[in-house]
């Protein structure tokens, strides 16, 4: 287990590169280490300027995490965010050549798992955790979501997904320390529904979205032209629906992979409180916007 009561940052730099989901552009990263105290920062590259990954420079929340400051923007930073808080990383610098991070398979698999292979950083300085003297709640009375941020003597968050789908139904996903984040919570990919899919391929919203990086599920009944036709558009015929419900484009890694996403977003968007928090979180129905609000009102009561 790495040393949690030292700070923590990378052992060298990373680079990635490769499709945003939600712009489809191609953007190259480099996450680096960084000094004790300093926190999570992203650089964007052409603006030049330096975006604290905190919830107050939280901008737009539709469908991923987009960070702005200054005329400048990073969008989907939940999955890097997510790793961050996994592998218990306190100071890091992304620079970002590019308007998106980079979705690779989906999960946050590819960065989790280049980090873990050297190991860690230890710092000199004590990590700060911020502690949680009282109980914050939020609720989004239209879909029935919440969040509930309680005090504790370590780290857990506990997702309940009800997806009120056929093919997902309702999931439970749970971590803590105890729990290996790069097999079991990084591996897990994120997945579109097949109706979405096809309303936002036919918009030109989805362009980085072919079915390599993400998992398909096709709630409602389709026909077969209909799936072949779309397989054809996205370069990939021959998919088909398995009788799971999911497209045959991916092998789930595990049956409750959907709900266990859940739990890596909002992980991410949670870090963006502004460091590690001692607390027990408990979500149902999470989703970017609840998510950041919660993490922007944990950020307010911290900063007390
Ligand atoms: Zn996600």
């Known amino acids: 287990m790495p040393n949690y009561m030292k700070q923590q940052t990378l052992k060298k730099e990373y680079k990635f590169e490769g499709k ?10 480099c996450i680096k280490p960084a000094a004790p105290g300093s926190g999570i920062s992203f650089i964007s590259v052409e603006k030049g300027v330096e975006i604290p990954a905190l919830a107050e420079n939280v901008s737009n929340t539709a469908r991923c995490t987009l ?3 200054d005329g400048a923007s990073v969008s989907t930073v939940e999955h890097l965010m997510s ?7 306190d100071n890091a610098i992304v620079e970002v050549d590019g308007p998106e991070i980079p979705i690779l398979d989906g999960s946050a698999r590819y960065y989790a798992e280049a980090i873990v292979k050297d190991g860690l ?3 000199g300085a004590k990590r700060r955790y911020y502690e949680m003297k ?3 709640e939020l609720r989004h009375e239209p879909t029935g979501s919440w969040v509930l941020v309680e005090p504790a003597d370590h780290f857990s968050i506990h997702v309940t997904s009800d997806f009120n789908s056929r093919v997902l139904g309702v999931q439970k996903a749970h971590w803590d320390n105890s729990v290996d984040y ?5 591996v897990c990919r994120t997945f579109v529904f097949f109706h979405d899919v096809q309303h936002l391929v036919s918009m030109g919203l989805v362009k980085g979205g072919d079915v390599d990086n993400a998992i398909v599920v096709v709630e409602r009944p389709v026909a077969p032209e209909v799936v072949a036709e779309m397989a054809e558009k996205i370069g990939r015929p021959g998919l088909t629906v398995l009788p799971s419900g999911y497209l045959s484009n991916i092998k789930l890694n595990f049956l409750d992979e959907c709900g266990r996403h859940k739990l890596l977003d909002l992980m991410g ?3 963006l409180c502004g460091g590690h928090i001692r607390a027990r979180i408990s979500a149902y ?20």
């Open 121 to 123: 950083q230890v710092q």
């Open 134 to 136: 009282e109980s914050v």
């Open 182 to 186: 790069v097999s079991q919570i990084a």
């Open 269 to 271: 968007d949670m870090m």
């Open 67 to 69: 960070l702005s400051k």
């Open 285 to 304: 129905k999470p989703g970017h916007t609840i998510n950041t609000d919660t993490a922007k009102a944990v950020q307010a009561i911290l900063s007390l």
């Open 20 to 29: 945003g989901l939600h712009t489809g552009a191609y953007s190259r990263i």
């Open 83 to 89: 790793v961050f808080a996994g592998l218990g990383i």
